[in-house]
Structure formats: structure tokens, C-alpha cells
Nanobody, 124 residues
């Protein structure tokens, strides 16, 4: 398993931007596909974005064109750049690691390691 710590959350006005970071411990970070999920109060956790091992990316329709996931294996870090934020993006954002190198549609069950989350709040 890999341990991860998220950072970069905060309060931002609608239309603003934030960049989330997730730094992992261990030497095997480059062996994992890395994803971001979020959970709003009273709602189920939902998939946001994933960076597969082969460096391809996949996004939820709700964030496509606004969010960008990237990774820096030298820093054991995955990023989520969030632009044009909307109030409905308000949630606790989690990063997660998966040993699945690729899947047509990511599944939460594939992710064996999770961070503690960082709060993103978007005001209208």
C-alpha cells in the first residue's frame, strides 16, 4: 500500500481555480494509477479523474474541460488543477491509488489506498 496526503483545498468563489496536490510515500508511486474522487455532504462518493499508468487520463463528464489531472513521479505527487469552479464542485476531495493499469471505466473498488481528503468549497 501507499500512504497519501492531500493539500490545496480551500474556499474560492465561483469561476475561480484551485490546484490540489496529493503526495505519496513509498518508492512504488510510479507503479500506481492515481485518481481523484469527491464526496459532498449527503451524497455518495463520486469519481472525478484518473491518470492511468500509461499516462492517459479519464474524467467525469461533470468536470471534463475544467479539471486537469497530472502527475510528477519524481515528486511522488499527483495534481488536480480545477478551473472555472462551480458551487456544485464543493466537496471533500480524495486522492486514491490503484494497481489497475487501465480500465475503460474506472471503478472505486480498484483503489486500495486512499488519502484523508481536502475540503474544497466554492461560493456563489
Amino acid at each position: 500500500q501507499v500512504q497519501m496526503v492531500e493539500s490545496g483545498g480551500g474556499l474560492v468563489q465561483a469561476g475561480g481555480s484551485l490546484r490540489l496536490s496529493c503526495t505519496a510515500s513509498g518508492r512504488t508511486f510510479s507503479s500506481y494509477s492515481m485518481g481523484w474522487f469527491r464526496q459532498a455532504p449527503g451524497k455518495e462518493r463520486e469519481f472525478v479523474a484518473i491518470r492511468w499508468l500509461g499516462d492517459s487520463s479519464y474524467y467525469a463528464n461533470s468536470v471534463k474541460g475544467r479539471f486537469t489531472i497530472s502527475r510528477d513521479n519524481a515528486k511522488n505527487t499527483v495534481y488536480l488543477q480545477m478551473n472555472n469552479l462551480k458551487p456544485e464542485d464543493t466537496a471533500l476531495y480524495y486522492c486514491a491509488a490503484s494497481l489497475v493499469p487501465y480500465r475503460a471505466r474506472p471503478e472505486a473498488a480498484d483503489f486500495g489506498s486512499w488519502g484523508q481528503g481536502t475540503q474544497v468549497t466554492v461560493s456563489s
